[in-house]
């Protein structure tokens, strides 16, 4: 067997997935009490290089002033609560945007229950919600941004209500790429059409789901190309069907892998459900009920249907060598 990468390939693989957390974490508001935050408030989807941006500024600024940096968030999302948006959407799960949040730096992240009561409370009633709770001094936030029943809390409100209760709303410029403006829905449908280089480079890292490798029906295996079949999170999303290199960690290493997502079409035709198979390089550990992470390196090629099981295989080896070239180039 192959030795895995190592060194500063595997400190970047694990960073924000492993790193132990000194973030002050809230899963509500009800009962925190903390003096003198500078506070940025959003649903921070993906923590992609715009939430980064505005985090970062927050941070600086904060702690220069001598206050403490604080980050509201929001699960459920609230499209999802409010039915506007349905199935496995999240680019992060609230675990991995507290690992995320914790590595650029933050001292406060509350990621607080979102429901169809407070979608009503008004801005103001919300406004001073969060000054009883946070006793924020400055708020951080888009041109975009807006809080309380019918996003009535503009940025414009915002600055009118902080003059009644003293505090001062600094607004961040958003920042593009390839002439687009960065956003989680934009890097929620690029992934959902494949674009995994593109993503990334508007999330400023791969994307990566995690999950548990759970028995399959060991076609993989019965072919001579064994596969983890790997099962993740219902909420969290999954990049269009398609084959992929990936890098795999597992259990603290990094290795290549050429991934497959789709319905099988080969074998079944009417499977309406997506499986995420992954062919590791190099590797012949049992890994049923092990956690893995993929990160989504680049797209190879969409999912094809074939005449054979021999037309696979050959189409497969054709898929591992791409995968190799690619990864270890």
Known sequence: MKQPMNGSLVRYFFHNILTTSMVQKYSSL????????WLAIGSFDGVHLGHQQLIQELNQCAHQAGA???????????????GRRKGSFYLTTPAEKIKLLNGLGIDIAVIHPFSVKLSQTSAREFVLYLKEHLDFQKILAGNDFALGKDREGNVN?????????????????SITSDGMTISSSLIRNLLLEGYVEQAWKMLGRPYQISGEVIHGDGRGKGIGIPTANIETSMEKLIPGTGVYACKVGIKKKVWNAAVNIGTRPT????????????????????LYNED?????????????????????????QVDIKKTRELLES
């Open 267 to 286: 074998f079944i035709s009417s499977d309406p459900k997506r499986h995420i198979e992954a062919h590791i390089l190099d590797f012949s550990d049992n």
């Open 68 to 82: 403490k940096s604080a980050v509201l968030t929001f699960h459920p999302h609230p499209t999802s609560v409010l």
């Open 292 to 316: 893995i992470a993929l990160r989504f390196i680049s797209r190879l090629r969409g999912e094809q249907r074939f005449q054979s099981v021999e037309e696979l295989i050959h189409q497969v």
């Open 157 to 173: 409100y915002l600055k009118i209500l902080g003059s009644e209760l003293h505090y001062e709303v600094n607004i961040i410029k």
């Open 30 to 37: 009800d009962g925190v009490y903390i003096q003198n935050t």
